[in-house]
């Protein structure tokens, strides 16, 4: 089946830097891909997707690409904040008889002042 | 605001015992879903259901079954409980005519099974 392969975490970093969760997956059609966040006690929000190749999503500041020629969808923000600290899941829609989506493992980021 | 509720926070149960895990949506979603988040395993689909009393199964579905007999409302059991379901359990919803990543979580169930 479809599967999706996050870099391991934590990731940690000072408020205002760079970053960049690498994201990538092996499918065999044309997938939708997202990411999600899952801020401490709650559950998972769609931060932003991507239908087809070359599409960037947007949100909050964060961005990620559908790279169709390194099958890569690496989120990145310019400066992270403090209140960015959660965890962010990579994950694709496969078709199996129904819709479903297909998740990576999770990255934390902890970011601190 | 879209709401998606589950009965419990924290949950503590003995091996063996019979276990309701409750989820209520209130935005009328058609697709309603289990999830269990694992360390180092992301989240699994256990169950899965489309309508009313439908349902089809994920890529875990031992151990568990479901019963969906009110739209609003999805209901995982763990028929006899054993220590390797300890786990987080997410519940989502969506509309039928959404794209399939547009779900909806709840905050999720810890069940520790001792």
């Known amino acids: 089946g479809d599967s999706v392969t996050q870099m391991e975490g934590p990731v940690t970093l000072s408020e205002e830097a760079f970053l960049t969760i690498n994201c990538t997956y092996t499918a065999t059609g044309y997938p939708s891909l997202f990411w999600y966040v899952q801020y401490p006690g709650e559950g998972l929000q769609l931060l932003l997707k991507?239908?087809?190749?070359?599409d960037k999503g947007s949100n909050k500041g964060f961005e990620a690409t559908y790279r169709k020629e390194t099958t890569s969808f690496h989120l990145e923000k310019g400066s992270v904040q403090v209140s960015d600290s959660a965890v962010y899941f990579c994950?694709?829609?496969?078709?199996?008889?129904?819709?479903?989506?297909?998740f990576g493992t999770g990255t934390r980021l902890l970011v601190s002042p | 605001d879209v709401k998606v509720t589950q009965s419990s926070r924290y949950l503590v149960k003995r091996t063996g015992e019979k276990v309701f895990l409750e989820c209520v949506q209130d935005m009328d979603h058609e697709n309603m879903f289990w999830y269990r988040q694992d360390p180092g395993l992301g989240l699994r689909l256990i169950y899965f259901s489309y309508d009313v009393k439908m349902k089809e199964k994920g890529d875990i579905p031992e151990g568990y079954s479901v019963s969906r007999e009110k739209k609003e409302r999805f209901s995982l059991i763990l028929e006899s409980a054993s220590t390797n379901q300890t786990s987080m359990y997410l519940c989502a919803s969506r509309a039928r005519d959404r794209e399939v990543g547009e779900q909806y979580f709840g905050p999720g169930t810890r069940l520790t099974v001792t």
């Open positions: 994950a694709l829609s496969e078709y199996t008889g129904f819709q479903k989506l297909v």
């Open positions: 991507a239908t087809k190749a070359d």
